[in-house]
């Protein structure tokens, strides 16, 4: 799926890992929640970096990072939250929100994210589903219905 269809589908209600939209974008479940509350943050208009955004349009997408770090961390009763912005793979503006736990194996705990064994961040145990994920969302949106 391309960025435009993503964001389109984003737009019309259609992907149901869909949060809620904030000032800068969308904010998303990750497709795969090897931690649980992996949110992605995805800028509204598609912009190809941080940087291709005025000054204004930058500091709404980093403060809206900064909240839903902090949703994510209030909602999982994460320790903490890695943020990361890459778009090496996916080159379009967008942020990950991983939330941290005190529990996470020593071999991880330390590690970023991405650098997890692929057998464990893909494993099909995690993908997303409304079953499993629709009432992490909603105690998202609640969060961030209060903030937002």
């Known amino acids: 799926m391309t960025p435009a269809e993503r964001i389109e589908a984003l737009r019309s209600g259609e992907d149901q890992k869909l949060i809620m939209r904030l000032r800068s974008g969308f904010l998303t479940l990750s497709p795969n929640q090897f931690l649980p509350g992996y949110c992605l ?7 190809g970096q941080l940087n291709d955004l005025e000054w204004d349009q930058r500091r709404i997408f980093l403060e809206d990072l900064a909240l839903v770090s902090e949703a994510v961390q209030a909602v999982t009763m994460a320790k903490r939250t890695n943020l990361a912005i890459y778009g090496n793979v996916d080159p379009f503006l967008h942020a990950h929100v991983w939330p941290r736990f005190e529990d996470e194996p020593a071999d991880r705990a330390t ?6 064994p692929e057998s464990f961040r893909l494993d ?25």
């Open 111 to 116: 590690l970023p994210p991405l650098m997890f």
């Open 124 to 148: 099909p145990e995690h993908e997303f589903s409304m079953e499993k994920h629709g009432e992490l969302i909603g105690q998202l949106r609640a969060y961030l219905a209060t903030k937002a």
């Open 41 to 47: 943050l995805l800028a509204d208009p598609i912009v």
